[in-house]
């Protein structure tokens, strides 16, 4: 039987790109310094470019912290930047700069996304969005999650080859046809 996503996707607490009645939603378990994340990215933009109002795309956090140093504390600073409105803003620079996730760059991202910096500052040093990063962490646990990136299509795991064709066959899409 091929895993199911726990954790339904929510409007009110997940990060969402695309309409609510987009009939396909792609779920992605990610971690912002995880080379394969970074190459799922442009991928994942690709399908966005092909699918417009037909993707529905969420992300959530699965920072592997044994192989990753600076992975945690990236996650902690996208939800930094979501309580200014500014996660996807944050996600899209952090996997521009995945080889500079350390506090200082961290903080430069943050001011040249025009972020408050002293609350950013703050909610990086005590550490105030972890738990939020370690629920979508614990969900990708119970939903099959043992590796980044880990894709779920209208909300079953897919373990198919990373690359566009085979995702875009799996989300019943042909490719090179009009969206």
């Given amino acids: 039987m091929q895993p199911r996503l726990t954790f339904p996707v929510s409007e009110q607490r997940d990060h969402i790109r695309g309409r609510a009645d987009a009939p396909i939603t792609l779920v992605e378990y990610g971690d912002f310094e995880c080379p394969d994340c970074g190459a799922a990215y442009e991928m994942i933009e690709d399908l966005r470019a092909f699918l417009g109002a037909r993707l529905r795309f969420v992300y959530r956090h699965f920072p592997l912290t044994q192989l990753h140093l600076h992975a945690q504390l990236a996650a902690e600073a996208s939800e930094a930047a979501a309580s200014q409105r ?20 961290l903080a430069e991202y943050a001011d040249q996304l025009g972020l408050a910096l002293t609350p950013f500052l703050g909610a990086l040093a005590s550490h ?14 119970r939903s099959g999650v043992n590796g980044t990136p880990t894709f779920f299509i209208n909300e079953y795991r897919y373990d198919g080859p990373r690359e566009l064709d085979s995702l875009l066959a799996a989300m019943g899409v042909v490719a090179g046809t009009e969206p």
Avoid at 132 to 141: I, K, T
């Fill in 128 to 141: 105030i969005h972890a738990p939020r990063v370690h629920e979508d962490f614990l969900s990708g646990v």
């Fill in 86 to 105: 500014k996660f996807w803003q944050m996600h899209d620079t952090l996997f521009a700069h995945q080889h500079a996730l350390d506090e200082t760059h």
